[in-house]
């Protein structure tokens, strides 16, 4: 889930990494990188990138963990092109990154991680063989998101219906991807001011799919049910 953070707050912030890593070498400005079981692990403090990644077409869940909250991560191709940027105000939790033909055929891809001292961020493509039927149904408090288990879709319509606590003041959001392939069906949102609701997407073609679900300001948090 993507949330704005104050100006004032940014700049702080960025004002810190620079410092950070003006006084770093740049041969320890790298984070730590680590690959077992199929799962990327990167390692770092404050303001640091990886080498490039070689991540293959298909939907990452990406984990994170900072002791201070507050972390940022940026994903950019070989080019220095942003394929995705994402700001947390939680300590821990995941979210998901997908990465399709058009992206893959930009190459390698950096993660540039600020955070508040020391934190730990892991990638791993989901296990299609333990996808698991619908429905699903994703929980969560207020600001944050929630990743569901990979799961087993037809071709056809996918209901989506959500309840929150409260009417929300943001606007709540849904991702879906094909785990395989990457691809995004780019369902839409959950309109703010709207305690409940309820909305179909197409699935183009059978497979196993994965969603996340941002639970928005005001809401006091919730559920999103995904059903066929």
Partial sequence: MKFKIPTVLIALIILAAITATASTPASESQAAVSTAGGVITVKGTAAQSTSPLKLAVGAYVVGRTAGE???SITVKDKAGNIVDTTFFNDAKGN???HVDENVLKQGDLIFEIMGMG???VTIAKPDTSTAVALPQILTGP???QAVSKPFKAAAGKLTVSYAYKAK???TGTLLIFEV???RSLNPGYMYAGRESGSFEVVIPTAGVYIAQTGFPLGSGGG???LSQ
């Fill in 69 to 71: 909250g507050f972390m």
């Fill in 95 to 97: 979210y998901l990154l």
């Fill in 118 to 120: 020391a934190w730990t």
């Fill in 142 to 144: 207020e600001m944050t």
């Fill in 168 to 170: 929300p003041t943001g």
């Fill in 180 to 182: 395989a392939t990457g």
């Fill in 223 to 225: 559920e999103v049910k």
